[in-house]
């Protein structure tokens, strides 16, 4: 059974190009939710997608969007790239069912974004 | 809003010596809490969770942590430490009256185990 996996693992970009990452949830999941990881500091929230809609956003620009997809699997697009984009972007997976029960959420080993 | 505070950046401890990770939280009003374990250059794995019950809980490889509610603590601890705990160590809360599953972490606390 595979867990959580995201693609690429690596990538650089140019500032102000724009970017896709993508997520394919743990098998039987059907909520996902991305953070963004910078160097040094803990994962901070970007936003959740559940039944193929934006749930819940942290505290990021409208330059940050997503998608979720009918068979859960999820992407991430960052527009107009910053050099303070560059960070892990890590996508988490977990079953939600609508209510916050404590189950378990599995994240993927992330995708490094570079913007130079 | 719920909020996460790791008290240490980095911890050095000698290998076989116990090690404990200090984190707080805002509130003890409906929350989960969490201790994620990252490898160099990983993803997050849970070690252990408190959702409610027992105020201590035991997690994967050796780990434990405590519960106190007076206090909004939630410190890990590990009575002999290994080569292989090296990596970062997060806390976090979550809050079951939300609909979602949104994880607040801290920054992190960098285990480093020392021959």
């Known amino acids: 059974d595979a867990g959580v996996t995201q693609s690429p693992t690596h990538l650089i970009k140019t500032r102000g190009q724009q970017v896709t990452l993508r997520c394919s949830p743990k098998s039987g999941h059907d909520t996902v939710s991305w953070y963004q990881q910078a160097l040094g500091q803990g994962p901070q929230f970007i936003f959740q997608?559940?039944?193929?809609?934006?749930?819940q956003r942290g505290n990021f620009p409208d330059r940050f969007s997503g998608h979720q997809f009918p068979n859960y699997s999820s992407e991430l697009n960052v527009n107009a790239l910053l050099l303070g984009d560059s960070a892990l972007y890590l996508c988490?997976?977990?079953?939600?069912?609508?209510?916050?029960?404590?189950?378990?959420?599995?994240f993927g080993e992330g995708s490094w974004l570079t913007v130079v | 809003a719920q909020s996460v505070t790791q008290l240490d950046s980095q911890v050095p401890v000698f290998e076989e010596a116990p090690v404990e990770l200090r984190c707080n939280y805002s509130s003890s009003v409906s929350v989960y809490l969490f201790w994620y374990v990252q490898y160099p250059n990983q993803g997050l794995q849970l070690l252990l969770k408190?959702?409610?019950?027992?105020?201590l809980v035991k997690g994967i490889n050796g780990f434990e942590a405590e519960f106190n509610k007076s206090q909004t603590s939630f410190h890990l601890r590990k009575p002999s430490v290994h080569i292989s705990d090296t990596a970062e160590y997060f806390c976090?809360?979550?809050?079951?009256?939300?609909?979602?599953?949104?994880?607040?972490f801290g920054k992190g606390t960098r285990l480093h185990i020392l021959p």
């Open positions: 408190y959702l409610s019950g027992s105020t």
């Open positions: 997608y559940y039944e193929e809609e934006e749930r």
């Open positions: 976090a809360v979550s809050d079951w009256r939300n609909r979602d599953d949104k994880i607040i």
């Open positions: 988490a997976s977990s079953l939600n069912r609508g209510e916050n029960s404590g189950n378990t959420i599995y």
